[in-house]
């Protein structure tokens, strides 16, 4: 999204392209987390705009920061796949995780080249429990 107008309207956007072809929604969390922290936005109702019972998938994923060079050094949260998952996108999913209906796998996501380090697979690992831990938790 370029703009918060962009943000409130993907939802209803998704659900007519995709009421088109009886597609289906894979949900990314942590893209969610990111639109939720550039535009001040809150997350259940953000959620909540878009089709959620047409989500058969979910990811989890972590990211980073960049400055932005046209907002005078704002900082800018990305969707990179380059880091551990935030515990904010942890409590996203914890809380809104009944709303799925239709829902069918939940996939973590990390890029390999950042897990190089012991460190980085460690925080993976933990990563990975926690997430069998909450989709184990509500039943999935």
């Known amino acids: 999204a370029f703009g918060l107008e962009d943000v409130k309207k993907q939802g209803q956007f998704l659900h007519q392209v995709l009421s088109q072809v009886d597609g289906f929604l894979l949900m990314d969390l942590h893209n969610l987390f990111c639109q939720v922290v550039n535009f001040g ?14 989500v058969r998938e979910i990811h989890i994923s972590g990211g980073s920061y960049s400055v932005s060079s046209e907002k005078a050094g704002r900082r800018i949260r990305r969707d990179t796949h380059d880091d551990a998952v935030p515990e904010e996108v942890f409590a996203i999913l914890e809380s809104t995780l009944p709303l ?6 939940v996939i973590l996501e990390r890029l390999g080249n950042t897990m190089k ?8 690992r933990e990563d990975f429990l926690r997430l069998r831990e909450v989709v184990r938790g509500q039943g999935h």
């Open 41 to 54: 936005v809150d997350p259940e109702e953000l959620l909540r705009s878009y089709p959620l019972e047409l």
């Open 100 to 105: 799925f209906e239709n829902l069918e796998f």
């Open 117 to 124: 380090a012991e460190s980085s697979r460690e925080s993976f």
